[in-house]
């Protein structure tokens, strides 16, 4: 089925290890997201890439780094995982916008990242 | 700026009560609003969506009003069943610039249905 896949489903990291979040989509979109979310603080952005070739930061950038690797494909990468990166990750696409509004995210089951 | 402030909870109801999850926003320019829900070990699928102001999204029994007035956007359905317990997220969308579309979320509401 379409949609946004991401890679791994789990992951636990001891402090001070790096690993990369993968996420493709297969539905054509042109913009893609980096969510984390944490109990009572809902998502925050981490960064965004609202087309290929081009990527912003969010609310929560420090600690991350992304690659926008093709339309496809938009990485997020810990560099030295610290235990305020223990959350859950979530990927998010859009398609590009038509004269009737504004489109909604569509989002990936998350990567549950928990370091120690 | 953008924000959106929703209800706390956890929210507890007994099966075929009546909900609300109030959501309110403040933003520049004309947002879209949205409704998320999120089921245990899943990511947020789209529940229902309103563009412009006194629109009504409607979907799987719930509906939310777009007020300008009130600057809402209230979540309800008339009977809810235990399949509806979830994680509930209001959010907007703000006006697309060059840079792309922003999302707004608020820090969500969980719902239990209880039999």
């Known amino acids: 089925n379409a949609g946004v896949t991401q890679t791994p489903k789990f992951q636990v990291l001891k402090t001070g290890q790096s690993m990369t979040l993968q996420c493709a989509q297969d539905?054509?979109?042109?913009?893609m997201y980096w969510y984390r979310q944490d109990p009572g603080m809902g998502l925050r952005l981490i960064y965004y890439?609202?087309?290929?070739?081009?990527?912003d930061k969010g609310e929560v950038p420090n600690g991350y780094n992304v690659s926008r690797l093709n339309k496809r494909e938009f990485s997020l990468r810990l560099e030295s995982a610290a235990p305020s990166q223990t959350s859950v990750y979530f990927c998010?696409?859009?398609?590009?916008?038509?004269?009737?509004?504004?489109?909604?995210?569509?989002f990936g089951n998350g990567t549950r990242l928990t370091v120690t | 700026g953008n924000s959106v402030t929703q209800m706390e909870g956890p929210v507890t109801l007994s099966e075929e009560a009546f909900l609300t999850i109030n959501c309110t926003y403040t933003?520049?320019?004309?947002?879209?609003l949205f409704w998320y829900v999120q089921y245990p070990g899943e990511g947020l699928q789209l529940l229902l969506k309103?563009?412009?102001?006194?629109d009504k999204g409607s979907n799987k029994g719930f509906e939310a009003t777009y007020r300008k007035e009130t600057t809402s956007f209230h979540l309800e359905k008339g009977s809810v069943q235990v399949s509806d317990s979830a994680v509930y997220f209001c959010?907007?969308?703000?006006?697309?610039?060059?840079?792309?579309?922003?999302?707004?979320f608020g820090t969500g509401t969980s719902l239990t249905v209880i039999p």
């Open positions: 998010a696409s859009i398609r590009p916008l038509t004269g009737t509004g504004y489109s909604p995210l569509h």
């Open positions: 933003a520049t320019g004309y947002p879209s």
């Open positions: 959010a907007l969308s703000a006006p697309f610039s060059n840079t792309g579309n922003q999302f707004y």
């Open positions: 890439s609202a087309s290929e070739g081009t990527t």
């Open positions: 539905m054509n979109h042109n913009s």
């Open positions: 309103a563009t412009k102001a006194d």
